[in-house]
């Protein structure tokens, strides 16, 4: 828990700012108007303390993020050179059948995130909240620990679970469903995104679970024993009460899953990795694989800007309707 | 039928025998515990696969799904092959590089960021709670503003300016970037705005410097919070890819993730288990980690979200 060992010398040149502190005056009256708040004006101590946050920002996230808005105009090879090109870039992306491939794949991404991981999560909670159920940290623990593995290495996992014929998962649905023994997950464009899919369930849906488990743990217990009583069933209690209470937590986590799905890309990226992460004729393309593709691999640092500014509006909007939409919903 | 499905029945069989006999909330019971029984084994099933595959010969890797029955145990099913070729020295342009350096790189990487990064947020998220200064609402709003900004958005400018700074392909060149997060500021802030006031003014009276009072009284009071910091801090860092793979080029300075992608391609057609071994090693420093921190982790990961 030792902050960083730089740190050290600092106090020498915190001692003035400490003995100003120390007068009862402080350095101006623009505290007065605080005069219900405890006496806090320190000087310089608080500027200094953010000082490493903001030094690091100004030059790692401001100077980036305005070069981010010049660079989408130029068209570069590699970071040396540049020419400005206006709107081509754009123009470029619009007219891309890939761009269109990539769109459509991470939108399909998002909604099975949305609509078949955040389900599953939600059940898993419902099932580990119920009061008799012991051992529910163990239990927690366990579904959780995929997200221990970063994606790299699930999807190296992973590319070999696929594998026809031997892989695990096709030796389990043949022993299930007698279905998929020699299915080629990861080469039939038909399977990459249900392949896709399926790994991600694995990964993220004991992440989710905690929390919505989180969430219905801090749910009013006797607003659903009031319904109870009043005859409602469990699903209606479950429906009427317990999910309207935990509206912001669903909130939360729907938008943090879908801005997660847009911004996928190492997951597909190692699994998919015979087929340098796109997936036979593209079929596991996100949009992410495609800024790498063109800004890093292609070298056209102006393209990956002008990608990064598209995928950041689809983030913003979407993350802007939900929530209004969910300011609607609480009215 | 297969082994499977009678599995299945008998997992299933008690719950009509529950019903009649117990009532219905025993068969519920029971029925949850089937079911979280069942997607615990789905989760852990691909972990005891990969254990088993670290140590299968290549000869029979394919032959048993997960581990060799007992009797079939001997040096020719069951060895250390994987490993023995995992560590091998690799050539490479500036001579072999060895399995071991990629490991070293990758924990000097994540251990350095994750300290930096612990310095950096829990100074500035203190200096937030605890302090009034001009400016503080303004900068508050521009790291809730920047918080929307995807990563990737400012990964090519960033590239550029590490290039420029002639500090593409080091360690520091991918440390030094990610070091101030508003994510890692805020987390911070909200753990020190609930520590009292007047324990400060204490420390005050007694003397203590301003920065005194930050390392000696809010560190150890948001120690919980810090911990899950560190364990998120650390596996974002240890499993980190895009940016690594982008800013690094020569083999030696390459952290696991890199390199282990590569070797899917280097041994896709001749022996998966060389890096499934690298895989299931570069599982274990965080494993080991969170099972330290797990207490910590899972309230400090839900906190920001569970409040309203």
């Known amino acids: 828990m030792q902050p960083a060992s730089s740190s050290a010398q600092v106090p020498e040149s915190l001692h003035p700012s400490g003995s100003s502190a120390a007068g009862p005056q402080g350095a101006a009256g623009r505290t007065k108007a605080r005069a219900a708040m405890p006496p806090v004006d320190r000087g310089w101590a608080p500027y200094l303390f953010l000082a490493p946050y903001v030094v690091l920002t100004a030059a790692f996230f401001l100077m980036p993020f305005f070069n981010a808005i010049a660079l989408a105009f130029y068209e570069t090879n590699g970071p040396r050179t540049r020419v400005f090109v206006g709107l081509a870039n754009f123009r470029f992306l619009f007219a891309d059948p890939m761009f269109y491939r990539a769109l459509e794949n991470t939108t399909i991404f998002a909604l099975a995130s949305v609509f078949l991981q955040l389900p599953l999560s939600l059940g898993l909670a419902v099932l580990l909240n119920s009061s008799e159920t012991r051992f529910k940290s163990f239990f927690r623990l366990i579904l959780f620990s995929p997200n221990l593995v970063g994606q790299i290495f699930v999807g190296i996992l992973f590319s070999v679970l696929f594998t026809p014929r031997y892989g695990l998962i096709n030796r389990s649905l043949q022993g299930l469903f007698h279905w998929g023994l020699e299915e080629r997950w990861l080469t039939n464009p038909a399977l990459v995104m249900p392949a896709l899919v399926l790994t991600s369930l694995w990964v993220w849906v004991g992440f989710n679970m905690v929390y919505f488990l989180a969430a219905l743990q801090s749910v009013d217990k006797t607003l659903e024993e009031a319904a109870r009583i009043d005859g409602a069933g469990a699903w209606s209690v479950f429906w009427h009460v317990t999910l309207p209470s935990m509206r912001h937590v669903v909130v939360f986590v729907v938008i943090t899953c879908i801005i997660g799905s847009y911004q996928l890309f190492e997951l597909p990226l190692a699994l998919l990795n015979t087929t340098d992460g796109f997936g036979p004729d593209n079929s596991g393309l996100t949009l992410i694989t495609y800024l790498y593709e063109m800004a890093f691999r292609s070298g056209d640092l102006g393209l990956g800007a002008a990608i990064g500014w598209v995928v950041t509006l689809i983030i913003f909007t979407i993350s802007m309707v939900q929530i209004r939409a969910s300011r609607i919903l609480e009215d | ?308």
């Open chain 2, 1 to 308: 039928m297969d082994v499977v499905h009678w599995l299945l029945l008998a997992l299933f069989a008690p719950l009509p025998i529950l019903l009649l006999r117990s009532g219905s909330a025993a068969a519920v019971r029971y029925a949850r515990w089937v079911a979280i029984g069942l997607a615990s084994v789905v989760v852990l099933a691909p972990f005891v696969w990969l254990l088993a595959a670290v140590f299968k010969d290549r000869s029979v890797f394919n032959e048993y799904v997960f581990f060799p029955p007992l009797a079939q145990w001997s040096s020719k099913t069951m060895n250390l092959g994987n490993f023995v070729e995992l560590l091998r020295g690799k050539p490479s342009v500036d001579g072999p590089v060895y399995f071991w350096q990629y490991v070293l790189n990758s924990t000097v990487y994540a251990t350095v960021s994750t300290v930096a990064q612990l310095g950096v947020s829990s100074l500035g998220g203190y200096a937030l709670a605890k302090y009034e200064f001009r400016g503080k609402a303004a900068l508050m709003a521009f790291m809730l503003g920047s918080m929307m900004i995807p990563s990737v958005l400012l990964l090519a400018p960033l590239y550029k300016l590490v290039v420029d700074a002639r500090m593409v392909d080091t360690l520091p060149g991918i440390i030094i970037p990610w070091i101030a997060t508003a994510y890692g500021v805020f987390l911070f802030r909200q753990a020190c705005v609930s520590v009292p006031n007047e324990m400060l003014d204490a420390g005050r009276i007694d003397g203590c410097s301003e920065l005194g009072i930050y390392y000696r009284l809010v560190m150890p009071l948001v120690r919980p919070m810090a911990a899950a910091f560190c364990l998120i801090a650390f596996l974002q860092h240890w499993n980190s890819f895009f940016a690594p793979n982008v800013f690094l080029h020569s083999q030696r300075n390459f952290t696991l993730p890199i390199v282990l992608t590569m070797y899917v391609n280097d041994y896709h057609d001749t022996n998966y288990g060389v890096y499934l071994t690298g895989t299931a090693l570069a599982m274990i420093p965080p494993a080991v980690l969170f099972l330290a921190l797990q207490r910590e982790f899972i309230s400090g990961l839900t906190s920001g979200a569970v409040k309203g």
